[in-house]
T-cell receptor, first 119, second 113 residues
Framework: AQTVTQSQPEMSVQEAETVTLSCTYDTSENNYYLFWYKQPPSRQMILVIRQEAYKQQNATENRFSVNFQKAAKSFSLKISDSQLGDTAMYFCAFMKPVNYGGSQGNLIFGKGTKLSVKP | DGGITQSPKYLFRKEGQNVTLSCEQNLNHDAMYWYRQDPGQGLRLIYYSQIVNDFQKGDIAEGYSVSREKKESFPLTVTSAQKNPTAFYLC????????????FGPGTRLTVL
């Protein structure tokens, strides 16, 4: 069974600085998807960034980028120029492609990292 | 505006009662999902539906039931058989199960008194 581990329950960063959130996962699959979701105090889940495992290039979305290390099964999120609005819970998630058995389209989440951006 | 709505935002239930959480989407998505979130935990899949009149159990389906009579609606019933129903419930949808991006609703907080 796939598992996702986020080893940092809480982190803090000063505004305008850079922070990296860690995520490791366990799977025997070769093809899959990885995601980072943000959950602010409103509790709305917002997709931050996604990565297809077959792509070697790391995904980037404005100030957010990932470091995807497939062999190490690591998927960290880097937030540059941190802003107060980045304060939220961040969840790493894994998804098997359809037709690989089990719950299709099932997102498997880590327990989250609570990020606080301080002024 | 296109999106996913969940109602109510807060719900209180007495022990032994069934309660139904609403989820509606106007994104014309085929696939819909229900997740449960407990404090300090990530989300766990309860049920999902790939298409109208079809649904499948997720990882924690015991004590829950769903229906999918319309494309835009996927209500979740929390039955009295669910031993620990107090949690935050999130509904999501995607164009299809094969499309990996899921969009989430704002959630419903259920508290059993």
């Amino acid at each position: 069974a796939q598992t996702v581990t986020q080893s940092q329950p809480e982190m803090s960063v000063q505004e305008a600085e850079t922070v990296t959130l860690s995520c490791t996962y366990d799977t025997s699959e070769n093809n899959y998807y990885l995601f980072w979701y943000k959950q602010p105090p409103s509790r709305q889940m917002i997709l931050v960034i996604r990565q297809e495992a077959y792509k070697q290039q790391n995904a980037t979305e404005n100030r957010f980028s990932v470091n995807f290390q497939k062999a190490a099964k690591s998927f960290s999120l880097k937030i540059s120029d941190s802003q107060l609005g980045d304060t939220a819970m961040y969840f790493c998630a894994f998804m098997k492609p359809v037709n690989y058995g089990g719950s299709q389209g099932n997102l498997i989440f880590g327990k989250g990292t609570k990020l606080s951006v301080k002024p | 505006d296109g999106g996913i709505t969940q109602s109510p935002k807060y719900l209180f239930r007495k022990e032994g009662q069934n309660v139904t959480l609403s989820c509606e989407q106007n994104l014309n998505h085929d696939a819909m999902y229900w997740y449960r979130q407990d404090p300090g935990q990530g989300l766990r899949l309860i049920y999902y539906s790939q298409i109208v009149n079809d649904f499948q159990k997720g990882d924690i389906a015991e004590g829950y039931s769903v229906s999918r009579e319309k494309k835009e609606s996927f209500p979740l019933t929390v039955t009295s058989a669910q031993k620990n129903p107090t949690a935050f419930y999130l509904c999501a949808s995607s164009i299809s199960v094969s499309q990996n991006q899921q969009f989430f609703g704002p959630g419903t907080r259920l508290t059993v008194l």
